[in-house]
């Protein structure tokens, strides 16, 4: 590939960090401390805070800080995505959210990536800021909630096999992002929404990078409530791409695995209340150990091969019935968000 952004400084390129935020005070001073701490030259680097109509003290933290603040209002993340971009002037423009801290060397080790001129995207690992039960259960899932990288990837398309940059974690090549048109779709929301732009940067004729040096730390949401309303939420935007012709691919599989997993339910509930109307126990034995309890002793096994590595055993009994719950969630959101206008 030609050199498609010759002007570049391929040593020290000048920095854009855009962070959406939407009443995020309890967590965006730990981030802001994090990114003034970066391992990179402070007069490369401009940070840019879009606040989508914070109600608590979030834009009086962040106007204590040396950034730019900007006020957004339409919904959405790539909504303010967008306007960080369009007020910002990086050759390189990095993405990250509020509940986020960054690792001293994210910028450094991710700029080292851009020295191929046809690299357009890189993104990194993420690894929880907190140590709780749910924390363990959202990085060691065997559907994570944020998607994780173990091993430095090349990528010249993305998918649910291969990777994909996450929100909270992806730099663009500027002039990747002009090339794939500008911005971010604003008419996706909740899920994926990061997703389309990698798609179309593919497209344009660049490259992914997957590199795991490329550090951001999350704060986990902490109580089982947060994580279903996550996936409800995630669920809505999903029924909502549902409705469209252009479908997203990445979305498809694991829509269709949550699926599964709930239909396989709702059949061995069937079947329990049809035995207990018929007293044909024996049915129920044979449904219940093929649909159940083969596929969660499947899961139980898996989870506890980490349990081993980890010394945490708890995990065989809680992970599993997680993953049921989230998938309810998820599909419950997915039947909203496609017969209710969002």
Known sequence: MQNKNPQIDTIEPTISIIVPVLNGAENIKLLLDSLLELDYSKTKTEIIIVDGGSTDLTRRIVSKYPVKLLINLKKGPNAARNTGIQCSSGEIVAFTDSDCTADKNWIKKAVSNFKDP???????????LNDTYLS?????????????????????????????????????????????????????????????????????????????????????????KSFLAQSFKYGRGTGKLLRKRRKQRLFRRWFVTDLLILVQTFIVFLLGAF??????????????????????????????????????????????WVDLLRAIAFLGGVFFGFIKKL
């Open 275 to 320: 035995t207990i109307f018929t007293g044909n126990w024996e049915n129920l034995f044979l449904f219940f150990l093929t649909m159940l309890l083969i596929p969660f002793g499947i899961l139980f096994g898996v989870y506890f091969s980490k349990a081993l590595i980890s010394k945490r055993k708890w995990r065989i009994l809680f992970y599993p």
């Open 118 to 128: 046809g690299i357009g995207c890189v993104g990194g690992d993420v690894k929880s």
């Open 136 to 224: 363990g259960y959202a990085s060691n899932s065997l559907a994570p909630i944020i998607r994780v990288c173990k091993r430095r990837k090349e990528l010249n398309c993305i998918g649910t096999r291969v990777g994909c940059p996450v929100g909270c974690n992806m730099i663009f090549r500027r002039k990747a992002i002009s090339d794939a048109g500008g911005s971010f779709d604003e008419t996706i929301q909740y899920c994926f929404e990061e997703d389309e732009l990698i798609e179309r940067i593919c497209g344009a004729g660049y490259k992914v990078v997957l590199d795991p040096e490329v550090l951001i730390w999350h704060k986990h949401r902490s109580k089982l």
